[in-house]
């Protein structure tokens, strides 16, 4: 309790100067008073994860996670008399946290699938130091070399949907997330490639923003927030 007397009489001044703390010196600060941990065991894996700041990014975030990815094909544009060109295929590479119920999600539309497209996606969208769980698809091999220092579990799908091995080594997460994407796609745009790019920002904000209590509050916020409105003098 005694760490906690430095927050008698805190106004908002005092809390300004914190927040204005660089690197990781919110977050010692946070350990200091007893309101974060300095250390803590991982639900998941029983391994120890440790606050770390992330470039880019403000504050620390707890490393040990657990995202899996994998794509899907969702559109295919023909030509002729049934014929589909293979470079006019969009495919669609995303993943989702676990135990989140898909608030923490990405998606992107992409022409090809190649290592080369996909593992800078990773980089840009999965934190560093987590677990990341795919199928394995040859592309993927070169999880483990980022500098990100991920831990890569794979599971093959030709012997079975969960690695016997390792129970946690499967994606039915983002599988499930997949099948509500495309129940939902078709129903309401058919499937048209005029609506497909748009749809798929909607449906990861709907995933983190839209449930029914906050839906309302939450879209107006966010566009007040992006488009202010000027004042009138």
Request: hydrophobic fraction near 35%; charge should be positive.
């Amino acid at each position: 309790m005694a760490a906690l007397d430095e927050l008698r009489n805190f106004n908002l001044q005092k809390l300004r100067e914190k927040l204005s703390l660089e690197d990781n010196e919110f977050d010692q600060w946070l350990e200091n008073l007893g309101l974060l941990h300095a250390r803590r065991t991982c639900p998941n894996c029983g391994g120890g994860t440790s606050v770390r700041a992330i470039a880019g990014r403000r504050y620390g975030v707890w490393r040990s996670r657990f995202v899996e990815i994998d794509e899907i094909l969702v559109v295919k544009r023909k030509y002729g008399v049934g014929r589909v060109l293979a470079k006019q295929e969009v495919w669609l590479f995303g993943g989702v946290e676990r135990d989140t119920n898909w608030q923490r999600v990405f998606m992107v539309p992409v022409e090809s699938r190649t290592a080369g497209r996909l593992l800078p996606l990773i980089q840009q969208y999965v934190l560093p130091g987590t677990t990341i769980v795919s199928d394995e698809w040859r592309p993927y091999r070169g999880i483990p070399t980022l500098p990100q220092g991920y831990v890569h579990w794979k599971v093959n799908y030709s012997r079975n949907f969960v690695n016997p091995a390792n129970p946690q080594a499967h994606t039915q997460n983002v599988e499930s997330m997949w099948k509500k994407l495309k129940r939902n796609f078709k129903q309401h745009f058919e499937n048209t490639t005029n609506t497909y790019d748009t749809y798929f920002p909607e449906f990861v904000w709907r995933q983190q923003f839209g449930d029914r209590d906050n839906v309302f509050f939450n879209f107006w916020s966010q566009l007040t927030t992006i488009y202010p409105c000027e004042r009138v003098p």
